[in-house]
T-cell receptor, first 112, second 115 residues
Framework: SQQGEEDPQALSIQEGENATMNCSYK?????LQWYRQNSGRGLVHLIL?????REKHSGRLRVTLDTSKKSSSLLITASRAADTASYFC????????????FGKGTLLTVNP | EPEVTQTPSHQVTQMGQEVILRCVPI?????FYWYRQILGQKVEFLVS????????KSEIFDDQFSVERPDGSNFTLKIRSTKLEDSAMYFC?????????????FGQGTRLTVV
């Protein structure tokens, strides 16, 4: 798989349930970021986790990072219909201060 | 809350025509970027720009593309002679800082359709 691959590709849950999305990457990273994209709209930055951090929280979001497995997970607790969107992980690798490499994303649908 | 704004939201152009996509980054940001997303594919890095010059570009960013900061607020992406495969959503982004911890703020995108 390529740098920044999310799974599952699509996830459908009921409102109130938790949603977990995973991201794997290939090369060593400086940090990993998660973005949300509502249909046809721009990318909204959610959270950044540094390579020396293992877990980070922001509101209903919880991100974990396992550098030994080169993977990250994004957990959204108590999901709402408004959380329906595509979620992308993006990595910034050692060779570049500028370039973010995105995965293909997970399409999350939260049913009311 | 400050945001990156892009115009137009949707542009349709004939193959071979030149297009200019416009962006107004967040006012105190110094680093500017263009990304694109072909329908159903990943968001791809095109170019970064700092201090009036390109700091990094991808292999996608060939001679058909150019960027410019014509004044103190706008940041533009020009495609000289558009091809059908240039059809995509183009995102502008900016960041205050650079480096490992820099958070990039993205605009809403311009959907370019080449016919």
């Amino acid at each position: 798989s390529q740098q920044g691959e999310e799974d599952p590709q699509a996830l459908s849950i009921q409102e109130g349930e938790n949603a977990t999305m995973n991201c794997s990457y290939k090369t060593s990273i400086n940090n990993l970021q998660w973005y949300r994209q509502n249909s046809g709209r721009g990318l909204v930055h959610l959270i950044l986790i540094r390579s020396n951090e293992r877990e980070k929280h922001s509101g209903r979001l919880r991100v974990t990072l396992d550098t030994s497995k080169k993977s990250s997970s994004l957990l959204i607790t108590a999901s709402r219909a408004a959380d329906t969107a595509s979620y992308f992980c993006a990595t910034r690798s050692g060779g570049s201060n500028y370039k973010l490499t995105f995965g293909k994303g997970t399409l999350l649908t939260v049913n009311p | 809350e400050p945001e990156v704004t892009q115009t137009p939201s949707h542009q349709v152009t004939q193959m071979g025509q030149e297009v200019i996509l416009r962006c107004v980054p967040i006012s105190n940001h110094l680093y500017f970027y263009w990304y694109r997303q072909i329908l159903g594919q990943k968001v791809e890095f095109l170019v970064s720009f700092y201090n009036n010059e390109i700091s990094e570009k991808s292999e996608i960013f060939d001679d058909q593309f150019s960027v410019e900061r014509p004044d103190g607020s706008n940041f533009t992406l020009k495609i000289r002679s558009t091809k059908l495969e240039d059809s995509a959503m183009y995102f502008c982004a900016s960041s205050e800082k650079i480096g490992r911890m820099a958070e990039a703020f993205f605009g809403q995108g311009t959907r370019l359709t080449v016919v």
